[in-house]
């Protein structure tokens, strides 16, 4: 039984894109083709969008739903491939962001798939083993605050009274809380197990006997001086335990 | 899952001091409730906004025991840091059947929440149970995963002294 007669072209053009867009999002494959084929994503991102338009035009939130779905899976595969693209460009931290946005993306997905969205924890798996196998094992930050005041991104209304529940999708938009006024920021933590792995321990500073100050960069292990009297590099005292 | 129960301060006491309404059915509690000299000062687990919702979709009633939009607590883990769920008396006696469906609806809500994530799924939250009409009240903490909070339901209804 097809659930979703409108949008039976649609999802056959996306099942051919995405399939295109992981064979190219492989380490071999050419860093040229791999930025051609983000190209090709942004511009496919366009066409959903305006299908998208119609289910909501003619007020089918299911269409819509599913739809968003399928942007938020192009863009998980659009930031897997710059994330191989930043790799080999050696911008570490980069690559690292782009990771994260994928897993989060990937993450809204599986939560609000009409059909439940099991079957992407095997693509979820292979973002996971790109973490624990590229990059080294991190530290990061939580910040603990008390908010006062927080708007709902779907009716505008204030979160705390509508009915709309941040991370899940409402006629093609995902609801996000919009905090509007802290009252206090009480405490920034480092914990392994944050909210947002972009919020990461970024670099060491070390600074030696002679009052010189060195910042060893945890991605790369790159040390530069942070004041100009000394030479640009030394070699690195810290490495992350693994 | 890991749990603990020990004793609780008189909640409807605390809830009598400060000028708010005593809870009779379902109820979350503020962090701070024990230490608030008013309620104002009141601040909630961030979840309580959701749970609030998610409770109301299912037509289970809850006391909030302010009015107005109080403040919230914000913490960015990946951990699933619950409030305190309190549970009055006469639930516990005379409709328990609802605390399984109260159970029911937290645990769904917090495998939703940790729908998609490989990471570690830790929960971690109270419940205060009224267990006698004489206002003697009991604290589970829990620790464990989201399936756990379904088991709880027995133990919240072994605390009946009815």
Not at chain 1, 124 to 149: D, H, Q, V
Request: aromatic fraction near 8%; charge should be neutral.
């Amino acid at each position: 039984m097809n659930l979703f007669p409108n949008l039976t072209g649609t999802l056959s053009d996306f099942n051919k894109v995405v399939n295109e867009s992981q064979n190219k999002a492989i380490f071999t494959r050419g860093v040229e083709i791999q930025k051609e084929e983000v190209k090709a994503l942004r511009n496919y991102l366009n066409e959903l969008e305006k299908v998208k338009s119609e289910s909501i035009k003619r007020g089918n939130e299911k269409d819509a739903n599913l739809i968003l779905c399928l942007q938020f899976s192009v863009k998980a595969i659009e930031k897997e491939l710059l994330m191989l693209i930043n790799l080999k460009e050696d911008k570490m931290d980069e690559a690292w962001d782009c990771l994260v946005e994928s897993q989060n993306l990937i993450q809204n997905v599986i939560k609000n798939h009409p059909l439940g969205g099991e079957y992407l924890l095997g693509y979820a798996s292979r973002l996971k083993g790109y973490e624990k196998l590229l990059f080294p094992k991190m530290m990061f930050s939580s910040a603990g605050t008390i908010i006062k005041n927080s708007e709902c991104s779907i009716c505008n209304g204030e979160y705390s009274e509508c009915d709309h529940i941040k991370g899940t999708f409402y006629m093609g938009k995902m609801c996000q809380r919009i905090i509007k006024e802290i009252d206090e920021l009480e405490e920034i933590s480092t914990v392994e197990n944050p909210d947002d792995k972009r919020c990461r321990a970024k670099a060491i500073i070390d600074r030696s006997t002679d009052g010189v100050e060195y910042e060893t960069d945890l991605l790369t292990l790159r040390t530069k001086t942070l004041q100009p009297t000394k030479q640009n590099t030394k070699p690195s005292k810290c490495e992350p335990a693994h | 899952m890991k749990y603990k129960i020990d004793d609780y301060n008189d909640i409807a006491l605390k809830c009598e001091s400060l000028n708010c309404t005593v809870p009779d059915t379902f109820s979350f509690l503020p962090e701070n409730f024990s230490n608030a000299n008013n309620i104002d000062e009141f601040i909630y687990a961030e979840s309580v906004v959701e749970l609030r919702k998610i409770f109301k979709q299912n037509n289970i009633q809850l006391t909030n025991l302010e009015l107005g939009t109080p403040k919230f607590r914000v913490r960015k883990y990946a951990d699933w840091i619950g409030p305190t769920l309190f549970i009055s008396f006469s639930l516990l006696s005379e409709n328990n059947h609802l605390i399984s469906i109260g159970l029911n609806v937290l645990s769904n809500y917090v495998g939703d929440f940790f729908k998609g994530s490989l990471d570690d799924k830790k929960v971690k939250f109270d419940i205060v149970v009224e267990t006698t009409k004489e206002k003697e009240y009991k604290r589970i903490k829990y620790e464990g995963d989201p399936e756990g909070i379904k088991q709880l339901d027995k133990i919240i209804k072994s605390l009946n002294k009815k």
